[in-house]
Nanobody, 126 residues
Framework: QVQLVELGGGVVQAGESLSLSCTAS????????MGWFRQAPGKEREFVAS????????YYTPSVEGRFTISVDNTKNTAYLQMNNLKPEDTAVYYC???????????????????WGQGTQVTVSS
């Protein structure tokens, strides 16, 4: 079993930046691919970004393309989400998620990942 712990988040004004991190602990002898999802009040949870363990496959939802950057440091079992030029519509609880790679360094998280962090609030005021 692996545990995901998110750090970062907070309250910022529109146009500002925030950085989130997600560190995996526990059964880390297995490699994992990681991603970020978010859930705004009254809305369903949605995909934000994903990155393969080998960092050769990276995907973003269109609304964050060019503003958010996902990265991973496998030596630290940590994924990051750098969020620039934040908008009020980015306000949500952000969740880190992970799936096992099963030996495929190009794999990315599925639409329903096996492991989830506890979530961290990001609030962007106008």
């Amino acid at each position: 079993q692996v545990q995901l712990v998110e750090l970062g988040g907070g309250v910022v004004q529109a146009g500002e930046s925030l950085s989130l991190s997600c560190t995996a602990s526990g059964h880390t002898s297995t490699t994992y691919t990681m991603g970020w999802f978010r859930q705004a009040p009254g809305k369903e949870r949605e995909f934000v970004a994903s990155i393969s363990w080998g960092a050769n496959n990276i995907y973003y939802t269109p609304s964050v393309e060019g503003r958010f950057t996902i990265s991973v440091d496998n030596t630290k079992n940590t994924a990051y989400l750098q969020m620039n030029n934040l908008k009020p519509e980015d306000t949500a609880v952000y969740y880190c998620a992970a799936d096992k790679t099963y030996g495929n360094p190009s794999a990315v998280v599925t639409s329903n990942p096996e492991y989830w962090g506890q979530g961290t609030q990001v609030t962007v005021s106008s």
